[in-house]
C-alpha cells in the first residue's frame, strides 16, 4: 500500500481549475464554497484529493500542489452532460433548493450519475491506504459512500452536504430516491449544514427504508451510521489580513472613488444561480428607486455575480432576466457617466473580493434557500474596521449563526426593503456592536473547528471492518 494515502478527500472537483491553452496544460486555484472551505483542511493533513480538473476527456498523472497530492478524475463531453450538468444540476440542485426552478428528471441522467460515482470510488479505492479515513462531498457524489465501502470495507467513510437536504415530499419526487439514500447510508458519519436538514435525512430513512433510529443514529443492518450537523466555516483570519493591508485598504476607497462617491454602496456578490435571490434584490433595489426612499447618484448597487454553470438551460434564462432588470434600472435611473447599478458578470481575486467587502456600506445576501452562504462571512470577517452591515436572508443556513444581521424573508419583498433601510440607516453605534459580535463568533467558529468537529466525530465511530 506505498504511495497511498491515510486521509483522501473525494469531491466532484480538484481544489484547481484545469486550463488547456495552446501552450499546453496549467492549473490554477479554482474558486467556489468547497474548494475554499476545504484546501486548509486537507493541506493540514497532508492528504490526498480525488476530483475532476475541469477539462472534458483529460486526466493527467497525480501530482502535488500547495501540499496536497491531487488525483485527476477523467470525465467525457457525456459524462459532463449526464452526470454533471443533467443529473446533479438539473435534478438534485434544484430539488435539494426547495424545487425554487422545477427539477428535471432524465433516466439517461440517472445513469450517467450511477456510472461516474463508481469510476469516483473506483480512484478513492485505490488511492486510500488500508484503515484510511476518506471523506466524500456534496450532491454530485451521493453514490460514493456504499459504492467505496463495497470495495474496501476496511475504510472509515464521511460524507459531506454542503447544500441543504429536502424535506421527505421533496425528496420523494427522485427516481433514484432509494439509490441515493443507500448511498448515503454507506458513510459512517453522514453531515449536513443544519440539524433540520439532518433530522430530514434520519426520518427518510424510516420513511423510505423502513429503518430504526435512535437520536441521530440509523440502525443499517446492525451497522451504525450516524447523521449530524457541522455548520461549515471560513478561515476569517485571511479576510482579516487581507483586510489590514495598505494595498487592500487603498484599493477599498479606491473603488468608492471610482463610484463617484456614493453616501450608500450596496454590495452583493453571488455565483450567478436562481438560489440566490439576485432578482429580487434587483427587485427591491428599483422599488425603493422608485418610491423615492433611494436616490442615484446618493447610493449604488454593485452586482459581482461570477459566472456559473452557464451551458444549464434555468442558468441561462436566468442570466438573460437578471441583465434585463439590470438593464431596466439603469435605463430608469442612471445619471450620464453614473449608473444605478454596476452589474459585474466576472470573477475577481480574493484580494479584489475583500477591497469589495470592505468598501461596502451594506453587503446583501438574499438566496431563496442556501447551505451556508459563506460570502456573509467573509463579509463580516473583512470588516475590521468594525463599519458595514449584513443583509441576510433567513433562508441561509449562516442566519441560524449570524443573528445580528439584518435577517429577512426572501419571499417578502417589503421585508427585504425594510432590511436593506434598516441596514442603511443603522446608527454607527448599533452598527458597529453587530459586527463585533458576529465576528468574535466566527474567531471561535472557523473552519477548522468544522473540519476537526466532523473528523472527531468520524474517527469515534465504529469505522471499517
Ligand atoms: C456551496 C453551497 C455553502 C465567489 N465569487 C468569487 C469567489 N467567490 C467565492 C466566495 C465564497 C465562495 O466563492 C462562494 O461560496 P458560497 O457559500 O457563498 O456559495 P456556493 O458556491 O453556492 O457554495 C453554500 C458552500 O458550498 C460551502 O459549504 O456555503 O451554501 O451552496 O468563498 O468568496 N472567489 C473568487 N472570485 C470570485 O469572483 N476568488
Redesign the pocket.
Known amino acids: 500500500m506505498t504511495g497511498r494515502s491515510a486521509f483522501v478527500v473525494v469531491a466532484n472537483r480538484l481544489p484547481v481549475d484545469e486550463e488547456v491553452t495552446s501552450d499546453g496544460r496549467r492549473w490554477r ?1 479554482s ?7 476545504l484546501s486548509p483542511v486537507a493541506r493540514a493533513h497532508r492528504g490526498a484529493w480525488v476530483g475532476w480538473g475541469g477539462a472534458a476527456d483529460s486526466a493527467p498523472e497525480p501530482f502535488d500542489h500547495e501540499g496536497i497530492r491531487l488525483h485527476p478524475v477523467r470525465l467525457s463531453t457525456a459524462d459532463i452532460d449526464g452526470f454533471y450538468e443533467g443529473q446533479s444540476n438539473s435534478t438534485i440542485w434544484p430539488l435539494y433548493h426547495d424545487a425554487v426552478e422545477p427539477p428535471s428528471y432524465d433516466r439517461t441522467w440517472s445513469d450517467a450519475y450511477r456510472i461516474v460515482n463508481a469510476r469516483f470510488a473506483e480512484a478513492a479505492a485505490t488511492v486510500a491506504a488500508r484503515g484510511a479515513t476518506v471523506w466524500v462531498h ?1 450532491y454530485q457524489l451521493q453514490l460514493v459512500p456504499a459504492m467505496l465501502r463495497a470495495k474496501r470495507p476496511d475504510l472509515r467513510i464521511g460524507f ?1 452536504l ?3 437536504f429536502p424535506p421527505i415530499e421533496l425528496f420523494m419526487q427522485m427516481p433514484l430516491r432509494a439509490e441515493i439514500l443507500r448511498g448515503l447510508l454507506g458513510a459512517d458519519l453522514v453531515g449536513f ?1 443544519q440539524k433540520l436538514a439532518a433530522q430530514n435525512f434520519v426520518r427518510l430513512a424510516r420513511h423510505l427504508l423502513d429503518l430504526r433510529y435512535s437520536g441521530m443514529t440509523i440502525d443499517v443492518d446492525g451497522r451504525a451510521v450516524k447523521a449530524g450537523a457541522f455548520p ?1 466555516s ?1 478561515d476569517p483570519k485571511e479576510m482579516e489580513r487581507l483586510a489590514a493591508t495598505d494595498e487592500i485598504r487603498v484599493r477599498a476607497r479606491q473603488i468608492r472613488t471610482e463610484l463617484g462617491n456614493p453616501r450608500t454602496l450596496i454590495l452583493g ?3 450567478l ?1 436562481y ?2 435571490g439576485i432578482e429580487l434584490r434587483l427587485d427591491a433595489f428599483r422599488e425603493l428607486l422608485e418610491d423615492g426612499t433611494l436616490t442615484v447618484p446618493e447610493t449604488t448597487l454593485v452586482q ?1 455575480a ?1 459566472p ?1 454553470r452557464e451551458r444549464v438551460e434555468h442558468y441561462e434564462t436566468l442570466r438573460t432576466r437578471v441583465e434585463r432588470e439590470v438593464g431596466r434600472i439603469n435605463g430608469d435611473f442612471s445619471r450620464v457617466g453614473i449608473p444605478a447599478v454596476h452589474y459585474l458578470h ?5 484580494a ?2 475583500a477591497a469589495l467587502y470592505c468598501a461596502a456600506d451594506v453587503m446583501m ?1 438574499t ?1 431563496l434557500r ?7 462571512k ?1 463579509y463580516v470577517a473583512a470588516r475590521i474596521d468594525h463599519g458595514g452591515a449584513l443583509v441576510l436572508s433567513e433562508f ?3 442566519a441560524n449563526e449570524l443573528r445580528h444581521a439584518f435577517l429577512c424573508n426572501p419571499h417578502d419583498l417589503d421585508a427585504v426593503k425594510g432590511a436593506l433601510m434598516q441596514a442603511i440607516s443603522v446608527g454607527p453605534s448599533d452598527g458597529r456592536r453587530r459586527m463585533q459580535i458576529m465576528q468574535r463568533y466566527l474567531r471561535t467558529h472557523d473552519v477548522d473547528r468544522w473540519g476537526r468537529s466532523f473528523l472527531e466525530i468520524l474517527q469515534a465511530s465504529e469505522g471499517g471492518a
Not at 346 to 350: E, G, K, N, V
Not at 370 to 376: E, H, S, T
Open positions: 486555484a474558486p467556489g464554497g468547497l474548494v475554499t472551505a456534496d459531506f454542503h447544500i441543504p449544514q461549515i471560513i456578490v453571488d455565483r444561480d438560489t440566490k459581482v461570477t456559473s466576472q470573477s475577481y481575486s480574493r479584489e473580493l445576501v438566496p442556501d447551505g451556508m452562504n459563506l460570502v456573509a467573509e441561509a443556513g449562516a
